[in-house]
């Protein structure tokens, strides 16, 4: 069948008649009674039953009654200690991360692994109560009987027998006997109350032991709201309670906050010590823009003689990563070497996340050369790492053979690793395959965690595959998984779909009632899907209220709205938006870059997009896949074949993979060129390369013979398509009645339509403008005015290249006079159509009467 889609000759000649028996029918008209009824409109995306889906699974389950003994688990002297939750506090309220791929830092090995924590507090993990005088236990008993909503009451009637007990000792009782979010109420009870009426004393080891309760739960959005509100910089705490205050800032984005507690600390003669340096570290690098600032802090520690850790240099390394500071990524990784620093496992999975996030996946494989030469083991990080530098490279299924290779190698795929695979097949659409290895994934055993669901939500957001998004979240609740903020993100991300914007302030509503606080990347998301309905006046809106209510902007915040303004191709406003990132220290990233091509092309400012291009041929601009990619699509919409071409050779001389996209744009060009030779090697390509032709390579195919006249191998491609088990789309169909319309067959192309609608496929401006072309040609102006009254009757009204093309056809056809009478008859059938545009036309065809 490959060899009937481009046939081996140097020419292709037209074939203008087929004898078919619809040619020989009498001709029909263009109405209701020689045409099937159309079918129903396409249903507005669901959200609503999605969004309460979504509020079901984000409720807190019923809270216990107080007649219920908490239970208490204790695996061992340093194990986590489970606590049953109560009240909103609950761990799944607190920040997600929006990326799958954890970055090594010393925050997450040191103060959030709960075998590093203490099982108990100051080292007693027992769960005896014996250091409680006989007052503390009997106030202990009493606020165990009471529930959290009748707390705040309760403390307010015993106030003055609390002013009298040792509180300390009553929050350790409470966090000993399983209560730490009711020994949080007391607390919090105590700090409000003092702020107004001084009754209590708030000491150092109070605060020092709430700190040790919050962060051994992880409850960072927490301590960081508590501690913002009623501050902490006059206390004088110990290193590790700073450190860990300065780490809860860093969690929720609060890095100002971290910065001013790090000062604090040394300005009351306080040490920082290796951790807390590390925690530094980890908020300069998610800060961004703080390069300068690391290497400061690392020239401090060596200052005070701290020998750098694994964790030090994995967080320095992650902090480039997340910058894209490949060089310096290097030069810091060959300095330790230098210095006869050995790495480790953790320092060089750091590493390969670097190159793994711009795709590099050679410099990625000589990492690995290097790690089993130094006898280091790659672990499970290793592999996960690996799989995202050959997806990021376009190497799909290379990445997915890995998890094979995995399991030979004694290492079990887990959730990051198939999450990985899934999210790049969803992002180059290949939603079928994601769904496939989702469910070899479950097979296996690999519980899906919420950031595989939130992946595959985001995918089938971006198709409109409701159903399937219901039948996920059904999935979410049989696994007991909760969703998180980015889940709710996700939701928002729909609504930046066409039609669907009006949808955002309640879907935000909604997540705010669930107890998930808009966050940066909410903001983010927000601008974001303003940016891809076209409304860049909102999206500038929501970054101006993220700036108010105090989050500080980020390169993925300039990328939503450099994607806003891409879309309209208004590269001047993109150009000040670059500036202005450059002029905060601001390192653009290669989306940074590429959108700011999509702005080049689609305002066709080809001076601009060759400027780019030209400082990403010549290195100054890494050339990675994606902006190699994004070149190719941006001169396919200038239409420049030579910027194509050049873009294609860099691609593949770099050693990266054309995904179907780029075949796809580069069998189009030649198409529309007419140059079927370079075609045919196009579409070879593909099939070398282990792609199939898709549904839009199929109406590439279709439109090339449509140009070339050969309309009935264009139906041949199509009846191709049906064959095959695949469902032709509206373009497959325009394309094949174009084809007919273009050669005069205007039955053939109404049997088309009329196939066309039993599909259940709707007409659209463009079927119907092709069929005025083709009608206007012939002289057939009554047929013409049939399709405008049919355009009408369904609810698909005329536009101005509609009625242009119907008074170009009078002209044509020397009936200037019956031009006129048509223009000053378009109110009369179109009572919508705008008064500038009618006396553009009506000046148009005056022209030619004179």
């Given at each position: 069948m490959e060899g009937t889609f481009l046939p081996n000759r140097p020419a292709l000649p037209l074939q203008l008649t087929k004898p078919t028996q619809s040619t020989q029918q009498q001709r029909l008209g263009f109405n209701p009674t020689t045409l099937p009824p159309q079918p129903p409109s396409p249903q507005s995306f669901p959200i609503d039953p999605l969004v309460q889906h979504l509020i079901h699974l984000s409720s807190p389950p019923p809270t216990a009654t107080h007649k219920q003994k908490p239970i208490r688990s204790v695996k061992s002297s340093n194990t986590h200690i489970e606590f049953p939750a109560t009240r909103s506090y609950s761990k799944k309220h607190s920040p997600n991360r929006t990326h799958f791929r954890k970055p090594y830092s010393s925050s997450l090995l040191t103060l959030e692994d709960p075998k590093v924590q203490l099982a108990g507090i100051?080292?007693?993990?027992?769960?005896?109560?014996?250091?409680?005088?006989?007052?503390?236990?009997?106030?202990?008993?009493?606020?165990?009987?009471?529930?959290?909503?009748?707390?705040?009451?309760?403390?307010?009637?015993?106030?003055?027998?609390?002013?009298?007990?040792?509180?300390?000792?009553?929050?350790?009782?409470?966090?000993?006997?399983?209560?730490?979010?009711?020994?949080?109420?007391?607390?919090?009870?105590?700090?409000?109350?003092?702020?107004?009426?001084?009754?209590?004393?708030?000491?150092?080891?109070?605060?020092?032991?709430?700190?040790?309760?919050?962060?051994?739960?992880?409850?960072?959005?927490?301590?960081?709201?508590?501690?913002?509100?009623?501050?902490?910089?006059d206390y004088s705490l110990d290193v590790r309670a700073f450190t860990t205050i300065i780490h809860s800032h860093s969690c929720t984005g609060k890095y100002e906050k971290a910065i001013y507690l790090f000062d604090?600390?040394?300005?009351?003669?306080?040490?920082?010590?290796?951790?807390?340096?590390?925690?530094?570290?980890?908020?300069?690098?998610?800060?961004?823009?703080?390069?300068?600032?690391?290497?400061?802090?690392?020239?401090?520690?060596?200052?005070?003689?701290?020998?750098?850790?694994?964790?030090?240099?994995?967080?320095?390394?992650?902090?480039?990563?997340r910058e894209g500071l490949l060089e310096e990524a290097k030069t810091f990784f060959a300095s330790l070497k230098a210095q006869g620093y050995k790495p480790g496992i953790f320092t060089y999975n750091s590493l390969l996340q670097v190159f793994g996030k711009a795709g590099m996946y050679l410099e990625a494989l000589n990492i690995l050369k290097?790690?089993?030469?130094?006898?280091?083991?790659?672990?499970?990080?290793?592999?996960?790492?690996?799989?995202?530098?050959?997806?990021?490279?376009?190497?799909h299924e290379k990445g997915a053979d890995l998890i094979d290779t995995m399991a030979q190698k004694g290492l079990k795929p887990n959730a990051i690793t198939y999450t990985t695979v899934i999210d790049a097949y969803g992002k180059c659409g290949k939603e079928d395959k994601a769904l496939s290895l989702f469910n070899v994934m479950k097979k296996s055993g690999c519980v899906p965690n919420v950031c595989t669901y939130n992946a595959i939500l985001g995918m089938l957001g971006r198709k409109s595959r409701s159903q399937e998004m219901m039948e996920i979240l059904l999935d979410m609740k049989s696994n007991r998984i909760s969703p998180n903020r980015v889940t709710w993100n996700t939701m928002l991300a729909m609504c930046g779909q066409k039609g669907m914007h009006l949808y955002m302030n309640w879907v935000l509503r909604e997540m705010k009632s669930c107890g998930f606080e808009p966050d940066r990347d909410t903001f983010n998301t927000l601008i974001s899907a303003y940016g891809r309905c076209g409304l860049e006046i909102d999206a500038g809106e929501v970054y101006r209220e993220m700036i108010k209510v105090g989050f500080n902007p980020c390169i993925t915040t300039y990328n939503a709205l450099l994607n806003?303004?891409?879309?309209?191709?208004?590269?001047?406003?993109?150009?000040?938006?670059?500036?202005?990132?450059?002029?905060?220290?601001?390192?653009?990233?290669?989306?940074?870059?590429?959108?700011?091509?999509?702005?080049?092309?689609?305002?066709?400012?080809?001076?601009g997009l060759d400027a780019m291009a030209k400082e990403i041929y010549e290195g100054k601009i890494f050339p990675s896949w994606m902006l190699l990619r994004t070149l190719i699509l941006a001169n396919f919409k200038c239409r420049s074949l030579s910027g194509m071409e050049k873009a294609f050779q860099e691609l593949q001389k770099h050693g990266y993979k054309p995904d179907l996209v780029i075949f796809n744009s580069m069998l189009s060009i030649y198409a529309r060129n007419k140059i079927y030779d370079r075609a045919r090697k196009i579409l070879d390509l593909i099939h070398e390369n282990g792609l199939q032709p898709d549904l839009v390579t199929f109406n590439t195919l279709m439109d090339m013979y449509a140009r070339t006249g050969e309309c009935w191998e264009a139906e041949e491609i199509l009846k191709s398509v049906q064959n095959s088990g695949r469902k032709p789309d509206l373009v497959s169909y325009n394309t094949v009645i174009k084809a007919f319309c273009r050669q005069g067959l205007m039955d053939e192309a109404r049997r088309v339509l009329s196939e066309m609608t039993n599909n259940g496929i709707r007409p659209c401006i463009v079927t119907y403008n092709t069929f005025v072309a083709g009608f206007a040609a012939q002289g057939s102006f009554l047929e013409v005015n049939d399709v405008i009254s049919y355009m009408i009757e369904h609810d698909c009204k005329p536009n101005l290249l509609?009625?242009?093309?119907?008074?170009?056809?009078?002209?044509?056809?020397?009936?200037?006079?019956?031009?006129?009478?048509?223009?000053?008859?378009?109110r009369k059938m179109d009572s919508s159509f705008d008064e500038h545009s009618l006396q553009m036309l009506a000046s148009c065809a005056r022209t030619n009467v004179l």
């Open positions: 100051d080292g007693d993990g027992d769960g005896s109560l014996d250091f409680l005088s006989i007052e503390c236990k009997s106030m202990l008993d009493s606020i165990l009987e009471q529930t959290s909503s009748s707390l705040h009451l309760f403390f307010y009637s015993v106030k003055f027998k609390l002013i009298e007990l040792d509180l300390v000792s009553l929050l350790k009782g409470l966090d000993r006997s399983g209560n730490w979010e009711k020994a949080l109420s007391l607390f919090e009870w105590v700090l409000e109350d003092s702020r107004t009426n001084q009754s209590f004393n708030i000491d150092n080891q109070m605060i020092e032991l709430m700190v040790k309760i919050l962060g051994r739960e992880s409850q960072h959005t927490i301590m960081s709201k508590l501690f913002d509100k009623y501050g902490v910089g604090r600390m040394k300005a009351i003669g306080l040490s920082p010590n290796l951790v807390t340096y590390n925690v530094m570290l980890d908020v300069y690098g998610k800060m961004g823009r703080s390069w300068d600032k690391i290497l400061n802090l690392l020239t401090e520690m060596k200052t005070e003689k701290l020998e750098f850790d694994e964790f030090t240099c994995s967080t320095v390394i992650s902090a480039c990563g290097e790690m089993e030469e130094n006898n280091c083991t790659p672990d499970l990080v290793t592999y996960n790492e690996l799989v995202a530098a050959y997806v990021r490279a376009g190497f806003a303004l891409a879309r309209k191709g208004d590269w001047k406003s993109g150009e000040s938006v670059i500036l202005d990132m450059k002029s905060k220290g601001f390192k653009l990233s290669e989306t940074s870059y590429s959108l700011m091509l999509h702005c080049y092309s689609k305002g066709q400012n080809f001076k509609t009625y242009k093309t119907i008074v170009d056809g009078y002209c044509r056809a020397k009936k200037y006079q019956e031009a006129l009478e048509f223009v000053g008859n378009i």
